[in-house]
T-cell receptor
């Protein structure tokens, strides 16, 4: 158990809909990362938050947004869903979030999104 | 941007034999390299990392990795494979984001390891 909690574990929805994925980082970790894993794209970095502020942005679509709340949990919002958004979405956390962070990331079990 | 490459989609080994999962890197500056393992329908688990120091890094579950600067490689090794080692293995490199001061791990495409009796 990594200590990172993600909900829901599985989600099935229709095209055009909106979903919210939730992540609680390990106790004491200030940084949260979101990744998307799919068969054709592999593991793609989406976005990083550190203590409530966005710190790094990757291949995140404009239809997707995220935030980190004062209690440090994070939510990833996916809207106007398309079939191609079906994937496993991972949250990870680490203690620090800056450029000198040499520590590993701790991953949750993921949220599997299926868009029909 | 930093990147890593895993040239093999799949590696098959017999239980008890040594295993190697290959990774090469492309970075500017000193690389911070990582190996993660993913079991089916699970999240990624940290195995080991190289930041600086000894070129041979020891990690979890008997795995080790050899950092080779001249060959820009960071291969994952284990002297004696177990059936329970069957999983997907991902090499990663830390990448800094100058705007915003953030960072991320950039992962390779993964190598599926199959250990057979």
């Amino acid at each position: 158990d990594s200590g990172v909690t993600q909900t829901p574990k599985h989600l099935i929805t229709a095209t055009g809909q909106r979903v919210t994925l939730r992540c609680s980082p390990r106790s004491g970790d200030l940084s949260v990362y979101w990744y998307q894993q799919s068969l054709d794209q592999g593991l793609q970095f989406l976005i990083q938050y550190y203590n409530g502020e966005e710190r790094a942005k990757g291949n995140i679509l404009e239809r997707f947004s995220a935030q980190q709340f004062p209690d440090l949990h994070s939510e990833l919002n996916l809207s106007s869903l398309e079939l191609g958004d079906s994937a496993l979405y991972f949250c990870a956390s680490s203690k620090s979030g800056g450029g000198l962070n040499t520590g590993e990331l701790f991953f949750g079990e993921g949220s599997r999104l299926t868009v029909l | 941007a930093q990147s890593v490459a895993q040239p093999e989609d799949q590696v098959n080994v017999a239980e008890g034999n040594p295993l190697t999962v290959k990774c090469t890197y492309s970075v500017s500056g000193n690389p911070y390299l990582f190996w993660y393992v993913q079991y089916p329908n699970r999240g990624l688990q940290f195995l080991l990392k190289y930041i600086t120091g000894d070129n041979l890094v020891k990690g979890s579950y008997g795995f080790e990795a050899e950092f080779n600067k001249s060959q820009t490689s960071f291969h994952l090794k284990k002297p004696s494979a177990l059936v329970s080692d069957s999983a997907s293995y991902f090499c990663a490199v830390r990448d800094y984001i100058l705007t915003g001061g953030g960072n991320k791990l950039t992962f390779g495409t993964g190598t599926q390891l199959k250990v057979e009796l």
